[in-house]
Protein backbone atom coordinates (compact mmCIF):
# COMPACT_ATOMS: atom_id res chain seq x y z
CA UNK A 1 0.00 0.00 0.00
CA UNK A 2 1.28 3.72 -0.88
CA UNK A 3 -0.66 6.74 -0.53
CA UNK A 4 0.10 8.19 -3.96
CA UNK A 5 -1.70 7.76 -7.26
CA UNK A 6 1.78 7.49 -8.85
CA UNK A 7 2.31 4.04 -10.31
CA UNK A 8 5.16 1.77 -7.78
CA UNK A 9 8.33 2.48 -8.46
CA UNK A 10 9.71 0.14 -5.95
CA UNK A 11 8.52 -3.52 -4.27
CA UNK A 12 9.15 -5.61 -2.34
CA UNK A 13 7.65 -8.71 -2.15
CA UNK A 14 7.94 -10.67 1.10
CA UNK A 15 11.77 -10.57 1.47
CA UNK A 16 13.53 -12.22 4.23
CA UNK A 17 17.39 -12.43 4.39
CA UNK A 18 18.82 -14.48 6.97
CA UNK A 19 22.71 -14.39 9.02
CA UNK A 20 23.00 -17.83 10.36
CA UNK A 21 20.30 -17.62 12.97
CA UNK A 22 19.60 -14.07 12.82
CA UNK A 23 16.60 -12.79 10.52
CA UNK A 24 18.30 -9.69 9.16
CA UNK A 25 14.78 -9.04 7.43
CA UNK A 26 11.85 -10.86 7.89
CA UNK A 27 8.97 -11.39 5.24
CA UNK A 28 8.95 -7.60 4.18
CA UNK A 29 6.15 -6.38 1.79
CA UNK A 30 6.61 -2.57 0.43
CA UNK A 31 6.21 -0.57 -1.92
CA UNK A 32 7.04 2.68 -2.60
CA UNK A 33 5.62 4.84 -5.37
CA UNK A 34 7.28 7.32 -8.01
CA UNK A 35 8.50 10.50 -6.37
CA UNK A 36 7.81 9.48 -3.23
CA UNK A 37 10.14 9.64 -0.30
CA UNK A 38 10.29 6.38 2.11
CA UNK A 39 12.04 6.51 5.24
CA UNK A 40 12.90 3.19 7.17
CA UNK A 41 13.26 4.19 10.46
CA UNK A 42 14.64 2.33 13.61
CA UNK A 43 16.77 1.31 16.08
CA UNK A 44 20.34 0.00 15.19
CA UNK A 45 20.23 -3.73 14.37
CA UNK A 46 16.64 -3.62 13.34
CA UNK A 47 18.20 -4.56 9.54
CA UNK A 48 17.67 -1.38 8.03
CA UNK A 49 21.18 -1.20 6.20
CA UNK A 50 20.66 -5.25 5.27
CA UNK A 51 17.12 -3.80 3.63
CA UNK A 52 18.59 -1.03 1.67
CA UNK A 53 21.79 -3.43 0.36
CA UNK A 54 19.01 -5.86 -0.50
CA UNK A 55 17.59 -3.44 -3.09
CA UNK A 56 20.81 -2.03 -3.90
CA UNK A 57 21.84 -5.76 -5.47
CA UNK A 58 24.87 -5.37 -2.65
CA UNK A 59 23.10 -8.57 -0.84
CA UNK A 60 20.70 -11.33 -1.88
CA UNK A 61 17.40 -12.38 -0.55
CA UNK A 62 17.13 -15.52 0.87
CA UNK A 63 13.18 -15.41 0.13
CA UNK A 64 11.16 -13.42 -1.71
CA UNK A 65 11.24 -10.97 -4.83
CA UNK A 66 12.58 -7.41 -5.56
CA UNK A 67 11.18 -5.45 -8.39
CA UNK A 68 12.07 -1.67 -9.47
CA UNK A 69 9.53 0.07 -12.47
CA UNK A 70 8.10 -3.03 -11.97
CA UNK A 71 10.95 -5.25 -13.58
CA UNK A 72 11.96 -8.11 -11.18
CA UNK A 73 15.42 -7.40 -9.99
CA UNK A 74 16.00 -10.18 -7.47
CA UNK A 75 14.00 -12.69 -6.90
CA UNK A 76 12.34 -15.83 -8.88
CA UNK A 77 15.69 -16.90 -10.24
CA UNK A 78 16.80 -13.61 -11.60
CA UNK A 79 19.75 -11.46 -10.02
CA UNK A 80 20.50 -8.06 -11.68
CA UNK A 81 23.67 -6.61 -10.81
CA UNK A 82 24.27 -3.35 -9.03
CA UNK A 83 25.55 -1.60 -11.42
CA UNK A 84 22.41 -2.73 -13.52
CA UNK A 85 19.75 -1.78 -11.57
CA UNK A 86 19.82 2.16 -12.19
CA UNK A 87 19.62 3.09 -8.19
CA UNK A 88 21.59 5.89 -6.92
CA UNK A 89 23.62 5.37 -3.72
CA UNK A 90 24.63 7.72 -0.50
CA UNK A 91 26.39 6.52 2.42
CA UNK A 92 27.29 7.78 5.44
CA UNK A 93 30.82 8.54 4.90
CA UNK A 94 30.61 9.36 1.48
CA UNK A 95 33.07 7.39 0.01
CA UNK A 96 34.21 9.88 -2.76
CA UNK A 97 36.95 9.37 -4.63
CA UNK A 98 39.90 11.62 -2.92
CA UNK A 99 42.25 11.73 -6.07
CA UNK A 100 39.70 12.96 -8.30
CA UNK A 101 38.29 16.56 -8.10
CA UNK A 102 34.66 17.12 -7.53
CA UNK A 103 33.69 17.31 -11.17
CA UNK A 104 35.02 13.62 -11.90
CA UNK A 105 33.52 12.68 -9.01
CA UNK A 106 29.95 13.30 -10.55
CA UNK A 107 30.98 11.90 -14.23
CA UNK A 108 32.14 8.66 -12.40
CA UNK A 109 29.15 6.99 -13.44
CA UNK A 110 28.29 8.50 -17.08
CA UNK A 111 30.67 7.22 -18.76
CA UNK A 112 28.04 5.68 -21.19
CA UNK A 113 27.60 9.85 -22.67
CA UNK A 114 29.56 11.80 -24.96
CA UNK A 115 31.91 14.13 -23.29
CA UNK A 116 29.70 17.34 -23.78
CA UNK A 117 27.02 15.40 -22.67
CA UNK A 118 28.85 14.79 -19.45
CA UNK A 119 30.45 17.94 -18.73
CA UNK A 120 26.51 19.48 -19.08
CA UNK A 121 25.63 17.05 -16.69
CA UNK A 122 28.01 17.30 -14.00
CA UNK A 123 27.49 21.22 -13.95
CA UNK A 124 23.91 20.49 -13.83
CA UNK A 125 24.23 18.49 -10.83
CA UNK A 126 27.05 20.26 -9.41
CA UNK A 127 24.55 23.44 -9.82
CA UNK A 128 21.76 21.94 -8.31
CA UNK A 129 23.22 20.81 -5.11
CA UNK A 130 25.02 24.47 -5.11
CA UNK A 131 29.06 23.63 -5.52
CA UNK A 132 29.50 24.10 -9.14
CA UNK A 133 32.16 27.02 -8.07
CA UNK A 134 34.05 23.72 -6.60
CA UNK A 135 34.04 21.72 -9.33
CA UNK A 136 38.28 21.43 -9.78
CA UNK A 137 38.37 21.14 -5.89
CA UNK A 138 39.31 17.97 -4.34
CA UNK A 139 37.25 15.86 -1.76
CA UNK A 140 39.12 17.11 1.27
CA UNK A 141 39.49 20.64 0.40
CA UNK A 142 35.30 20.22 1.63
CA UNK A 143 33.61 20.25 4.36
CA UNK A 144 31.62 17.06 5.52
CA UNK A 145 28.46 18.62 4.39
CA UNK A 146 29.47 19.62 0.95
CA UNK A 147 30.96 16.05 0.61
CA UNK A 148 28.09 14.78 1.11
CA UNK A 149 26.15 17.19 -1.24
CA UNK A 150 28.76 16.05 -4.42
CA UNK A 151 27.91 12.41 -2.94
CA UNK A 152 23.96 13.06 -3.46
CA UNK A 153 25.70 15.02 -6.82
CA UNK A 154 27.02 11.52 -8.10
CA UNK A 155 24.25 9.42 -7.31
CA UNK A 156 21.68 11.20 -8.97
CA UNK A 157 23.89 12.20 -12.15
CA UNK A 158 22.99 8.76 -13.96
CA UNK A 159 19.49 9.51 -13.61
CA UNK A 160 18.74 6.38 -11.16
CA UNK A 161 15.28 5.10 -11.34
CA UNK A 162 15.19 5.14 -6.93
CA UNK A 163 17.82 6.68 -4.67
CA UNK A 164 19.17 4.96 -2.13
CA UNK A 165 20.62 7.13 0.99
CA UNK A 166 21.70 5.32 4.20
CA UNK A 167 22.19 7.24 7.49
CA UNK A 168 23.76 10.05 4.84
CA UNK A 169 23.86 12.65 7.44
CA UNK A 170 25.38 11.13 11.21
CA UNK A 171 28.52 11.90 10.76
CA UNK A 172 27.29 15.87 10.22
CA UNK A 173 26.82 18.22 13.43
CA UNK A 174 23.23 19.08 14.56
CA UNK A 175 22.95 22.22 12.60
CA UNK A 176 24.45 21.40 9.98
CA UNK A 177 22.64 18.03 9.84
CA UNK A 178 18.80 20.31 10.22
CA UNK A 179 20.52 22.65 7.48
CA UNK A 180 21.06 19.66 4.99
CA UNK A 181 17.50 18.05 5.82
CA UNK A 182 16.01 20.84 4.63
CA UNK A 183 18.23 21.47 1.97
CA UNK A 184 17.69 18.20 0.34
CA UNK A 185 14.06 17.30 1.05
CA UNK A 186 13.39 20.43 -1.08
CA UNK A 187 16.03 19.34 -3.65
CA UNK A 188 14.86 15.40 -4.08
CA UNK A 189 11.22 16.80 -4.01
CA UNK A 190 12.15 19.30 -6.99
CA UNK A 191 13.49 16.23 -9.49
CA UNK A 192 10.65 13.98 -8.12
CA UNK A 193 13.07 11.16 -7.77
CA UNK A 194 11.44 7.66 -5.41
CA UNK A 195 13.63 7.94 -2.46
CA UNK A 196 15.03 5.12 0.00
CA UNK A 197 16.11 6.76 2.80
CA UNK A 198 17.32 5.11 6.36
CA UNK A 199 17.97 6.34 9.37
CA UNK A 200 17.98 5.56 13.19
CA UNK A 201 16.95 9.32 13.70
CA UNK A 202 12.83 9.47 14.29
CA UNK A 203 12.89 13.18 14.09
CA UNK A 204 14.61 13.20 10.89
CA UNK A 205 12.42 9.84 9.23
CA UNK A 206 9.08 12.35 10.47
CA UNK A 207 10.58 16.15 8.89
CA UNK A 208 11.73 14.08 5.04
CA UNK A 209 9.43 11.24 5.20
CA UNK A 210 5.90 11.36 2.61
CA UNK A 211 5.66 8.23 4.17
CA UNK A 212 7.70 6.72 7.27
CA UNK A 213 8.04 2.67 7.66
CA UNK A 214 9.29 1.79 10.96
CA UNK A 215 11.66 -1.54 11.82
CA UNK A 216 11.75 -3.90 14.83
CA UNK A 217 13.84 -6.50 14.50
CA UNK A 218 13.61 -7.41 11.07
CA UNK A 219 9.93 -6.55 10.35
CA UNK A 220 8.25 -3.30 9.71
CA UNK A 221 5.76 -2.75 12.68
CA UNK A 222 4.22 0.10 10.99
CA UNK A 223 4.03 2.35 7.52
CA UNK A 224 1.79 5.47 7.13
CA UNK A 225 2.43 9.20 6.72
CA UNK A 226 4.51 10.68 9.62
CA UNK A 227 1.58 12.08 11.21
CA UNK A 228 -0.11 8.70 11.20
CA UNK A 229 3.07 7.02 13.07
CA UNK A 230 3.37 9.39 15.34
CA UNK A 231 0.08 9.95 16.38
CA UNK A 232 -1.35 6.96 15.91
CA UNK A 233 0.82 4.07 16.52
CA UNK A 234 0.07 1.05 16.02
CA UNK A 235 2.07 -0.80 18.54
CA UNK A 236 3.77 -0.21 21.72
CA UNK A 237 6.74 -0.31 20.07
CA UNK A 238 5.91 2.40 17.32
CA UNK A 239 4.47 4.77 20.30
CA UNK A 240 7.76 4.42 22.38
CA UNK A 241 9.95 4.51 19.34
CA UNK A 242 8.76 8.18 18.87
CA UNK A 243 9.95 9.38 22.49
CA UNK A 244 8.46 10.61 25.53
CA UNK A 245 5.86 8.25 25.43
CA UNK A 246 3.47 8.16 28.61
CA UNK A 247 0.87 6.09 29.33
CA UNK A 248 -2.14 6.74 31.72
CA UNK A 249 -5.18 3.89 32.54
CA UNK A 250 -8.41 4.26 31.10
CA UNK A 251 -11.90 3.22 32.13
CA UNK A 252 -14.06 2.92 29.51
CA UNK A 253 -17.57 4.39 30.09
CA UNK A 254 -20.72 4.79 27.21
CA UNK A 255 -19.71 8.61 27.30
CA UNK A 256 -16.10 8.60 27.37
CA UNK A 257 -12.89 7.31 29.30
CA UNK A 258 -12.62 8.23 32.68
CA UNK A 259 -8.79 8.94 33.48
CA UNK A 260 -6.85 10.05 36.79
CA UNK A 261 -6.53 13.39 34.30
CA UNK A 262 -10.06 13.49 33.81
CA UNK A 263 -12.87 12.41 31.20
CA UNK A 264 -12.03 12.78 28.01
CA UNK A 265 -15.32 12.21 25.73
CA UNK A 266 -13.25 9.69 23.30
CA UNK A 267 -15.52 6.56 22.72
CA UNK A 268 -14.05 3.22 21.84
CA UNK A 269 -16.07 0.13 19.99
CA UNK A 270 -15.24 -1.64 23.80
CA UNK A 271 -17.82 -2.44 26.04
CA UNK A 272 -18.24 -0.30 29.30
CA UNK A 273 -15.66 -1.41 32.24
CA UNK A 274 -12.66 -2.49 29.95
CA UNK A 275 -9.80 -0.79 31.27
CA UNK A 276 -7.12 0.61 28.43
CA UNK A 277 -3.83 2.20 28.63
CA UNK A 278 -4.05 6.02 26.89
CA UNK A 279 -0.85 7.60 25.12
CA UNK A 280 -0.09 10.90 26.25
CA UNK A 281 2.53 12.60 25.06
CA UNK A 282 4.03 16.03 26.18
CA UNK A 283 2.32 18.05 23.55
CA UNK A 284 -1.13 16.85 24.82
CA UNK A 285 -0.35 18.06 28.95
CA UNK A 286 -0.23 21.42 30.14
CA UNK A 287 1.12 21.82 33.85
CA UNK A 288 0.17 24.53 36.15
CA UNK A 289 1.61 25.17 39.42
CA UNK A 290 -1.39 24.30 42.38
CA UNK A 291 0.06 23.91 45.62
CA UNK A 292 -3.37 21.55 45.72
CA UNK A 293 -2.25 19.70 43.19
CA UNK A 294 -1.72 16.05 43.55
CA UNK A 295 1.24 15.51 41.21
CA UNK A 296 4.66 17.42 41.04
CA UNK A 297 7.21 18.13 38.91
CA UNK A 298 10.02 15.37 39.10
CA UNK A 299 12.40 16.38 36.65
CA UNK A 300 12.90 19.29 34.52
CA UNK A 301 14.53 19.18 31.61
CA UNK A 302 15.88 22.31 29.81
CA UNK A 303 15.78 22.26 25.75
CA UNK A 304 16.43 26.14 25.09
CA UNK A 305 13.01 27.14 23.53
CA UNK A 306 11.09 24.58 25.79
CA UNK A 307 11.49 22.86 29.09
CA UNK A 308 10.60 18.88 29.29
CA UNK A 309 8.76 18.54 32.27
CA UNK A 310 8.59 14.98 33.88
CA UNK A 311 5.51 15.11 36.06
CA UNK A 312 5.54 12.18 38.78
CA UNK A 313 1.10 11.33 39.06
CA UNK A 314 -0.54 10.11 42.51
CA UNK A 315 -0.97 6.97 40.98
CA UNK A 316 2.54 6.64 40.52
CA UNK A 317 2.60 6.86 36.71
CA UNK A 318 4.92 9.67 34.66
CA UNK A 319 3.85 11.80 32.37
CA UNK A 320 5.88 14.16 30.10
CA UNK A 321 4.89 17.84 29.62
CA UNK A 322 6.58 20.15 27.13
CA UNK A 323 6.56 24.09 28.15
CA UNK A 324 7.98 27.16 26.72
CA UNK A 325 10.71 27.98 28.61
CA UNK A 326 8.93 30.89 29.41
CA UNK A 327 7.77 29.01 32.08
CA UNK A 328 10.09 27.75 35.07
CA UNK A 329 8.65 25.36 37.88
CA UNK A 330 11.41 23.67 39.86
CA UNK A 331 11.54 19.98 41.12
CA UNK A 332 9.15 19.10 43.49
CA UNK A 333 6.43 22.25 42.52
CA UNK A 334 3.49 20.81 43.30
CA UNK A 335 1.11 20.89 40.11
CA UNK A 336 -2.46 20.36 38.52
CA UNK A 337 -1.96 18.72 35.10
CA UNK A 338 -4.63 19.27 31.94
CA UNK A 339 -5.43 16.88 29.31
CA UNK A 340 -6.74 18.86 26.23
CA UNK A 341 -5.04 16.88 23.17
CA UNK A 342 -7.03 18.63 20.38
CA UNK A 343 -7.07 14.95 19.14
CA UNK A 344 -8.09 11.60 20.06
CA UNK A 345 -5.98 9.62 22.02
CA UNK A 346 -4.84 6.48 21.01
CA UNK A 347 -5.84 3.63 23.45
CA UNK A 348 -4.04 0.26 23.51
CA UNK A 349 -4.90 -3.20 24.94
CA UNK A 350 -2.27 -6.04 25.09
CA UNK A 351 -0.11 -3.66 23.42
CA UNK A 352 -2.07 -3.08 19.99
CA UNK A 353 -3.87 -0.20 19.23
CA UNK A 354 -7.84 -0.09 19.22
CA UNK A 355 -9.16 1.67 16.37
CA UNK A 356 -10.93 4.86 18.06
CA UNK A 357 -13.78 4.41 15.52
CA UNK A 358 -14.03 8.03 15.39
CA UNK A 359 -12.01 10.71 13.49
CA UNK A 360 -9.13 9.55 11.96
CA UNK A 361 -5.71 11.51 11.13
CA UNK A 362 -6.42 12.30 7.15
CA UNK A 363 -3.91 11.17 4.59
CA UNK A 364 -4.01 14.87 3.15
CA UNK A 365 -0.39 14.91 3.13
CA UNK A 366 1.66 13.36 0.62
CA UNK A 367 4.08 16.44 -0.71
CA UNK A 368 5.12 18.45 1.38
P1 LIG B 1 20.70 -1.62 11.08
O1 LIG B 1 21.08 -1.07 9.75
O2 LIG B 1 19.25 -1.40 11.37
O3 LIG B 1 21.57 -1.15 12.20
P2 LIG B 1 21.66 -4.15 10.01
O4 LIG B 1 20.84 -4.36 8.79
O5 LIG B 1 23.04 -3.63 9.84
O6 LIG B 1 20.85 -3.22 11.02
O7 LIG B 1 21.74 -5.50 10.81
C1 LIG B 1 20.61 -6.30 11.13
C2 LIG B 1 21.05 -7.57 11.86
O8 LIG B 1 21.77 -8.42 10.98
C3 LIG B 1 21.96 -7.30 13.02
O9 LIG B 1 21.67 -8.24 14.02
C4 LIG B 1 23.34 -7.54 12.45
O10 LIG B 1 24.24 -7.93 13.44
C5 LIG B 1 23.08 -8.65 11.45
N1 LIG B 1 23.99 -8.60 10.29
C6 LIG B 1 24.06 -7.59 9.38
N2 LIG B 1 24.98 -7.87 8.43
C7 LIG B 1 25.52 -9.06 8.76
C8 LIG B 1 26.54 -9.92 8.17
N3 LIG B 1 27.17 -9.57 7.04
N4 LIG B 1 26.82 -11.07 8.80
C9 LIG B 1 26.18 -11.44 9.91
N5 LIG B 1 25.21 -10.71 10.53
C10 LIG B 1 24.89 -9.54 9.96
Known amino acids: ?79 VPPEKRRVGLVFQDHALFPHMTIARNVAFGLHRLHKAEIKQRVYEMLDMVQ ?13 GGERQRVALARALAPKPDILLLDEPFSSLDAGLRMAMREHIQRLLKGINVTTFFVTHDQEEALLLGDRVA ?40 SAGLETELGFLPQRLSLSSGSEVNILVRPDDLTVYPD ?35 TYVYAPGTRVRVELRPGHDLVCFMNERAISTGVSQVTDHHFAH
Open 131 to 143: LAHMANRYPHELS
Open 214 to 253: VMNRGQIEQVGTPEQVFHQPATYFVAEFFGYTAFISGHVT
Open 291 to 325: ENGTAYIARVGFQGMHCMYQVALPSGRTIYSLMPH
Open 1 to 79: MHLSSEPVALQLHRVTRRYGKTVAVNNISLEVAQGEILVIVGPSGCGKTTLLRLVAGLDVQDEGSIRIQNRVVSGDGVF
